[in-house]
């Protein structure tokens, strides 16, 4: 009889990417394997830890006689007699555990640890000195002894190859300049060399390639070199068979095809609140990178140049570490259960663990302890908002800190995050709820969970419009020259947005601000930093509005009859509340533009500086200290929008992350990306691992839509975005995923107007 020994031959770098339960079962052995074999190497502690893991896994809760008795028998280290206490103390804090977990916890710990998945090939370099080789999927490793001295990332060679005992790197010559592109190492003998080869082919194809390469064609008389190719399937190509072969046992597909219709998918069944579980996740990581610009890249920043002063440096950090800390442990118990939950062979796991509302009420609760936190936010933005303006170092670093590709919206966005993260749980566990029956075991803990979060929202609601209110403020007095003080007591952001003005030469299209007491409008453009420049304002005191004008220093027309009824309505409210107001604007405006006469802002008299200054692209580079160029305000320039403080509001309910299959219009292949949506903007990542987007699509004019029959798209669960010639389309995993990202695209870029006010019909040659 012959006996087989399987091993695991590919180590991915996060066992979250093994999909399967029993897969991560059979890690988890290899990981058992290794240990007791001294091939993964680790200190002490680590190594009763992992013990710990695979005694709950394999016996179940702690028993001291049963784990004495076990440990006699069952031979996992080396020196296991004498890490036996500790093995002990570790496995009593396991009580509950299930299998599953622990699986999951073994191979958690693993993957930090240097040795995990290397396999040691002896060799030794040019001068004779005794190496270490190895391959990971990241590239070729070298160790001195088990330290690793080198690594040769896969992006950095450019050509594996050996000679006889020699094996080859040849590398881009932009990593080692003009000199020595070929580092050369030499085996024992041809065959340990090639064998060494032939995994570094197979790893580099398994981890970096989407397909497995073609086999080249047979020369007819002679051959020269060898004609190796891994022959399996690379990591993507498993991703995808699991995940279409698991979609093809469920689904159901019902195509009815309708002119003017898209082509509907359905399966069934579908484990919708697994879904949103799966959201709760996804949302949970962005919102934990968002914390980690303050918490990890500012502070770094303010560090790095001593700019912030000491109390503010407490301040800010002492309010937002706890919430770092606890919502990192957060994710790491959504992470547990969701992974968990994905398993399909345990039996024991399906009745008790394809659940969140447990996690979710035990965490709503502990979450009110932090109420007191979130209610100093507002403290936190106005202090930092004055230090800015106060010391020149602080507000050097600030700008240049909001031009790191890591700072991907406004900063003080971020210090906002905490509270919009409480209204999304809000509204996916009413979600959760409205799915579940009453009967059903998760039901009561969502209900309750609800009540918890229901209840802190309740008390930050107002808090939340102030502070957005107050962020709107400060982002536009870093985006305008020529105001100060925008951010007075009392001041309200209404909306901003494109509308023609009359002047000498005609319609010409300019940026307006409309704020409860009055209406800035901007120069033509966009300056050389970024900035719009301010070039008159009107009191809201005695306007009046009509259809075709406002009678009052300044004519203006709107894009579309919609967007002339929204300007109307909110003009209309913003002259009420300045009735009502007894206070004149503190706005301190510059002295070319206060001084200026009636007429000369009625119908202004542009600079050459003024006309030159626009820009035709939200992608030109900023020069030094510039602002930010691609805010919300820069769209709405570029794309004719106009915003709302309402439609900000809206917003906050309609973010969301996951993973998405994106395409051209043009383009054949499918790209898998991390997607968060925020701030109107689509945001591109590789992976959710990543600190900082890709690249990012504005959506402010987009319309989303399913693909019509015309557009050659045969999949399931695709939705369209289109604005004018640009054309994109985004794949999601499920019937829930698509409907979600469908649902907080329309409602986050449809702006309608305050009220279903009729816009009066009169004839302008200027609207469309």
């Keep these: 009889t012959t006996m087989l020994r399987l091993a695991v031959k590919f180590f991915p770098p996060d066992p979250g990417q093994l999909q399967e339960e029993y897969t991560r079962y059979l890690f988890a052995l290899q990981i058992k394997r290794d240990l007791a074999e001294e091939r993964l190497t680790c200190s002490d502690n680590t190594a009763a830890l992992l013990v710990s893991h695979l005694l709950q896994s394999e016996i179940g809760d702690f028993d001291e006689s049963e784990d004495r008795?076990?440990?006699?028998?069952?031979?996992?280290?080396?020196?296991?007699?004498?890490?036996?206490?500790?093995?002990?103390?570790?496995?009593?804090?396991?009580?509950?555990?299930t299998p599953a977990e622990s699986d999951f916890q073994v191979l958690e710990i693993a993957r930090k640890l240097e040795m995990y998945g290397i396999r040691f090939h002896l060799a030794s370099d040019r001068e004779g000195t005794k190496i270490n080789l190895a391959v990971s999927h990241m590239g070729v490793l070298v160790f001195q002894g088990n330290t690793k001295i080198n690594t040769f990332n896969w992006s950095k060679v450019r050509k594996l190859s050996f000679k006889r005992k020699r094996f080859l790197i040849k590398l881009h010559p932009e990593v080692c300049g003009p000199y020595q592109d070929t580092l050369e190492f030499l085996l024992g003998s041809r065959d340990e060399c090639k064998n060494f080869w032939k995994i570094c082919v197979e790893y580099h194809t398994f981890f970096r390639l989407f397909d497995q390469p073609k086999p080249k064609a047979k020369a007819v008389f002679f051959s020269r070199g060898s004609s190796f190719r891994y022959s399996g399937r690379t990591q993507k190509q498993l991703v995808d068979y699991i995940k279409d072969t698991d979609a093809q046992g469920e689904m159901e597909v019902c195509v009815s095809v309708l002119t003017g219709v898209c082509v509907s998918f359905q399966r069934c069944p579908t484990d919708k609140a697994y879904f949103i579980a799966k959201?709760?996740?996804?949302?949970?990581?962005?919102?934990?990178?968002?914390?980690?610009?303050?918490?990890?890249?500012?502070?770094?920043a303010v560090i790095k140049e001593n700019a912030m002063p000491e109390g503010l440096m407490t301040l800010l950090f002492s309010n937002i570490d706890p919430i770092y800390e606890f919502h990192r442990g957060f994710l790491k118990e959504i992470e547990q259960r969701l992974s968990v939950w994905e398993g399909r062979s345990n039996a024991h796991v399906k009745g008790d663990f394809q659940r969140i509302g447990d996690v979710m009420l035990r965490n709503m609760h502990a979450?009110?302890?932090f109420t007191g936190y979130l209610q100093k936010h507002d403290e936190v933005l106005t202090e930092l908002e004055k230090a800015t303006k106060r010391l020149k170092k602080l507000e050097m670093v600030y700008k240049e800190f909001e031009l790191q590709k890591v700072c991907y919206l406004p900063l003080n966005t971020f210090l906002l995050k905490p509270i919009q993260r409480l209204m999304h749980y809000k509204l996916i566990l009413g979600r959760l709820c409205k799915h579940y029956t009453a009967e059903h075991r998760d039901f009561a803990d969502c209900r309750n969970a609800l009540k918890e979060v229901t209840e802190m929202t309740s008390q930050l609601q107002h808090s939340l419009i102030r502070l957005e209110n107050f962020q709107k403020l400060t982002e536009l007095q870093h985006d305008l020259i020529g105001v100060d003080n925008l951010t007075a007591p009392g001041r309200e952001f209404i909306r901003e947005g494109c509308l023609y003005k009359l002047t000498k030469k005609g319609l010409q299209q300019r940026m307006f601000f409309l704020f409860s007491d009055m209406l800035l409008y901007t120069s033509k453009g966009v300056t050389g930093t970024n900035q719009f420049k301010i070039h008159g304002h009107l009191s809201l005191h005695g306007m009046l509005v009509s259809g075709s004008m406002l009678h009052h220093r300044v004519k203006e027309v709107a894009?579309?009859?919609?967007?002339?009824?929204?300007?109307?309505?909110?003009?209309?409210?913003?002259?009420?509340?300045?009735?009502?107001?007894?206070?004149?604007?503190?706005?301190?405006l510059e002295n070319s533009v206060c001084n200026r006469s009636s007429d000369e802002v009625s119908v202004e008299q542009e600079s050459e500086d003024d006309i030159h200054s626009s820009r035709s692209s939200l992608d030109r580079q900023s020069q030094p200290r510039a602002q930010r160029p691609n805010t919300i305000t820069h769209v709405c320039w570029y794309r004719n929008q106009s915003l709302s403080l309402s439609d900000y509001l809206c917003m906050i309910q309609n973010q969301l992350s996951g993973y998405l299959l994106r395409k051209f219009k043009n383009s054949n292949g499918w790209q898998k990306l991390w997607v968060v949506f925020t701030n109107?903007?689509?945001?591109?990542?590789?992976?959710?691992?990543?600190?900082?987007?890709?690249?990012?699509?504005?959506?402010?004019?987009?319309?989303?839509?399913?693909?019509?029959?015309?557009?050659?798209?045969?999949?399931?669960?695709?939705?369209?975005?289109?604005?004018?010639?640009?054309?994109?389309?985004?794949?999601?995993?499920?019937k829930y995923t698509f409907e979600r990202w469908m649902e907080v695209i329309k409602r986050a870029t449809s702006s309608p107007a305050r009220s279903s006010l009729p816009v009066p019909k009169e004839k302008d040659t200027h609207t469309e």
């Excluded at 280290?77 to 396991?94: A, S, V």
């Excluded at 949302?283 to 610009?293: A, F, H, Q, S």
């Excluded at 399913?706 to 289109?722: R, S």
């Design 559 to 588: 894009f579309t009859r919609l967007e002339m009824g929204k300007w109307m309505e909110d003009l209309n409210v913003a002259i009420e509340m300045a009735k009502k107001s007894t206070e004149k604007s503190e706005m301190l």
């Design 680 to 734: 109107f903007c689509l945001f591109f990542y590789k992976t959710h691992q990543d600190d900082y987007p890709l690249a990012s699509l504005p959506l402010l004019g987009y319309t989303v839509s399913c693909p019509v029959e015309a557009d050659g798209i045969h999949k399931d669960y695709v939705f369209k975005l289109q604005f004018k010639s640009h054309v994109y389309f985004f794949r999601a995993e499920s």
């Design 367 to 369: 979450l009110k302890e």
């Design 69 to 97: 008795e076990h440990l006699k028998t069952n031979q996992y280290l080396p020196n296991q007699e004498k890490l036996e206490g500790k093995i002990l103390d570790f496995h009593r804090k396991h009580v509950g555990q």
């Design 279 to 300: 959201e709760i996740l996804a949302t949970e990581r962005t919102y934990l990178k968002d914390l980690e610009v303050i918490t990890v890249w500012f502070r770094s």
